[in-house]
């Protein structure tokens, strides 16, 4: 299989030389492609530079952070026009581990459209986090799981791999959202179309150099459109009289 890892970036230049390293050894075969939102800090002429180094990598430079779900559009975009079986979307702050992507690319050989890496099924956790964003975040899971009646325990986890022909399949330049949401609205979206969806367990560690892109206004904003998503849901099943 012809796997693709995208990895949006936004000022990760104390992260990205060494997590791409890291990609490599866990997975020699698979190509990246690096997304990045114009970073002021030099992230993307790091990441081309280790490109050069490593080989197998391509930068891609956009005019300006336009956000998660725009950057992972762009970029799997680029996997389906050229071709790739699987797709791998994760961060590049070392809070997913790429040892972990052997697992998944055996759970889709056995039959999974996607794999979720899932802080919220038996085996996984978070470490460092502090323990008001814990709760915001299995709290938050479990609220969307059941309001969008989900069978998924982690929706907002962006550490996955997907069978490019079910992603494809979804069409996620039809999404709309941004954040947390947009990760939200692809599983809807897959489910929707009959996709088998699995989740393995990660430990996801909180990242040890730069700032973390999560704030209470994107928490809110994913919340309020989970919320507008439940209620047209359950508005379109009301029978007709």
Not at 14 to 39: K, T, Y
Not at 100 to 106: A, H, L, Q, S
Not at 172 to 178: G, Q
Not at 184 to 201: C, D, H, Q, S, Y
């Amino acid at each position: 299989m012809r796997a693709l890892v995208v990895l949006p970036t936004f000022n990760e230049a104390e992260n990205i030389v060494g997590f791409l390293r890291a990609v490599r050894q866990a997975v020699p075969d698979a190509d990246v492609l690096v997304v990045d939102d114009n970073s002021p800090d030099g992230t993307a002429a790091l990441a081309e530079e280790a490109a050069a180094e490593l080989g197998r990598i391509k930068v891609l430079h956009r005019a300006g952070k336009l956000g998660l779900g725009a950057a992972y559009r762009h970029g799997f975009t680029t996997a389906f026009d050229e071709s790739y079986d699987v797709i791998v979307s994760m961060d590049s702050d070392y809070s997913h581990d790429p040892t972990v992507i052997p697992t998944m690319f055996r759970l889709l050989a056995e039959g999974a459209d996607a794999v979720i890496g899932s802080r919220y099924v038996p085996g996984g956790d978070t470490v460092d986090w502090p323990l008001r964003r814990q709760l915001l975040s299995k709290w938050g899971n479990r609220y969307t799981s059941a309001v969008l009646r989900l069978p998924i325990r982690d929706c907002t986890s962006g550490f996955r791999a997907y069978r490019a022909e079910a992603l494809k399949a979804i069409d996620p330049a039809s999404t709309s959202a941004e954040g947390y949401a947009f990760l939200t609205e692809l599983v809807r979206k897959l489910i929707a179309n009959g996709a088998t969806i699995v989740e393995t367990p990660i430990v996801f560690r909180d990242r040890r150099y730069g700032t973390s892109k999560m704030s209470g206004r994107i928490i809110a904003e994913s919340m309020l459109l989970v919320t507008k998503w439940a209620v047209r849901d359950r508005t379109r099943r009301q029978p007709t009289r």
